[in-house]
């Protein structure tokens, strides 16, 4: 046999590269279910079922398709747990010339392939992932020719390279790049929120979500009523019922919160994306076409279409810039473990409790949610960036560390000290209840500002800049809160440090064994 290519649970696309330019009867295409990959974080089950029940269904696929494939399920008794494991096993099955392989999308597992041409003694052919629009090297090469990152700049770039979005003469459709100023409205009454698509599982899926929940009932997590795509022609379907009746509403709702409302106008994409039933190109061009045909708003199409070949590309490549080194950034000295109620829910500030039974009964929660309420809230409180990273890794369907790592160290927790986010995302109960309907039904008064009746946020925001003063206080995006700190009388002051010290005493940490 000339080719083993192993492919992984995030790699499930028919043009993946390592596929190209290869004759069927030359290859073994090897997918391989690893212990190690459902256990190194804890991950939700909705996350186990759908990678495993995706990679199941594209085994399928390739085989439908001429291709010979080595499948190793999760209960084979000769299962070795790893990759690197298995791939040593397959390499004495099958004799191969080469490994062939896409290159991975976290470092550990980069680290593991980095020795398969020794453990193997077979030469191991790394190729780029091009189902991303940007390249690594190209980041990298973008990033060195500037002083400063920002994510405005590459999205520009990336609007050039694909045209989306862009006239005839190279000017962005509308004349502005960035519409962001339009979305940011409040819910109103009476809106009708549209559900994301959802699919009745098949015998393979049944089969999966019965094996998760004998082997990991111990994982977060609830398994009721899975209905994630689990194959690209269901992801497809996903993505055109999005465009036909949420995204028209999204460009301008995008940072709402609403009780009891799981979705509002957010696709749910994400998981198909970041396994690779859909590509970023796919998806954005879907978006443009339909304000093209003038389907959806122009305010629409441009927010949707930077969270993709904007925000995503941009984080995957400050991933392979800054890591390993990231990973452990901790710029603000934080060191609180992470409370409790984090897994548990059991809390009685509304906002959160939402967000965490959203993320528990779905494995999900939209970016509001995870930047302003759940990494606000850990930030505020000074809670580890890295046991937070664990979190959100563990509870998201989409999570995966080259997307979630950057997403929490450096823009949810500021820990990278201001290199992917100029200034911390910090906000007190005003911005929640600007953009909620939480406040209203929450056990805390978001007007009040201190004492043990009043909103946490309140406190812990004043408390936060006050312990981080001489790192901030010169920021000039941060200026404006500093001067109206300083206006406060000395007695205010203290009452807000006083107050957020008395809510943070009553913070349990969570017990040991959670997340990894």
């Known amino acids: 046999m000339k080719f083993l290519i192993p492919i992984l649970g995030d790699q499930l696309s028919h043009h993946l590269a390592s596929l190209r330019d290869v004759g069927r009867a030359d290859a073994v295409l090897l997918l391989m279910e690893v212990a190690d990959e459902t256990r190194y974080v804890r991950h939700h089950k909705r996350k186990i079922t759908l990678i495993l029940s995706a990679m199941r269904h594209f085994a399928r696929e390739l085989r439908d398709a001429g291709w010979t494939v080595d499948y190793i399920a999760l209960d084979d008794s000769a299962n070795s747990g790893s990759f690197s494991g298995e791939v040593a096993r397959a390499v004495e099955r099958h004799r191969p010339e080469q490994i062939r392989i896409v290159e991975p999308g976290e470092w550990r597992v980069k680290a593991a392939i980095d020795g398969w041409a020794a453990q193997c003694a077979v030469p191991v052919d790394v190729i780029a992932d091009d189902r991303f629009v940007c390249g690594i090297l190209e980041f990298q090469t973008w990033a060195q020719s500037r002083g400063e990152l920002m994510m405005e700049y590459f999205y520009r770039e990336m609007r050039r390279k694909t045209g989306l ?175 409790e109620f984090y897994w548990t829910g059991d809390t009685d500030m509304l906002c959160m409790a939402e967000a965490i039974r959203n993320t528990r009964d779905n494995a999900y929660a939209h970016h509001i949610q995870r930047l302003m309420v759940l990494g606000n809230f850990a930030m505020l409180a000074g809670v ?27 823009m949810s927790q500021h820990a990278d000290g201001g290199r992917l986010a100029t200034k911390p995302y910090a906000g007190g109960g005003a911005y929640i209840n600007r953009m909620s309907d939480h406040c209203k039904s929450c056990r805390y008064d978001v007007k009040q500002k201190v004492g043990p009746d009043a909103c946490p946020f309140n406190a812990l925001y004043w408390d936060f800049l006050a312990r981080h003063e001489k790192r901030f206080r010169r920021n000039r995006r941060m200026m404006q809160m500093y001067a109206n700190w300083d206006r406060m009388d000395p007695a205010v002051r203290d009452g807000y440090r006083a107050s957020a010290a008395a809510f943070l005493e009553t913070l349990e940490p969570a017990a040991e064994g959670w997340a990894r």
């Open 165 to 339: 979005l862009m006239t005839a003469d190279g000017k962005p459709e509308g004349g502005q790049w960035n519409l962001d100023k339009e979305n940011r409205a409040p819910p109103k009454r009476g809106l009708n929120y549209p559900e994301p698509l959802h699919f009745v599982p098949d015998e393979i899926t049944a089969e999966v979500l019965a094996l998760v929940a004998e082997r990991f009932a111990g994982h977060f997590g609830r398994l009721e009523k899975f209905g994630l795509p689990v194959t690209a022609a269901e992801a497809r379907q996903a993505l055109c019922h999005f465009i036909a009746t949420a995204l028209p509403d999204f460009g301008t709702y995008q940072d709402a919160m609403v009780t009891g409302q799981d979705w509002l106008y957010h696709s749910w994409l994400s998981p198909a994306l970041n396994i690779g039933l859909l590509t970023p190109l796919e998806v954005a061009q879907a978006a443009a076409d339909a304000y093209v045909a003038g389907d959806v708003p122009l305010n629409a199409a441009e927010g949707f279409i930077r969270q993709v070949i904007g925000w995503r590309e941009y984080v995957r490549g400050y991933y392979w810039l800054e890591m390993p080194e990231v990973a452990d950034a901790n710029a603000l000295g934080a060191t609180r473990p992470l409370p």
């Open 384 to 410: 580890r960036p890295q046991d937070v990273a664990d979190w959100f890794l563990v509870v998201y369907a989409d999570a995966y560390e080259w997307v979630e790592l950057p997403n929490v160290i450096g």
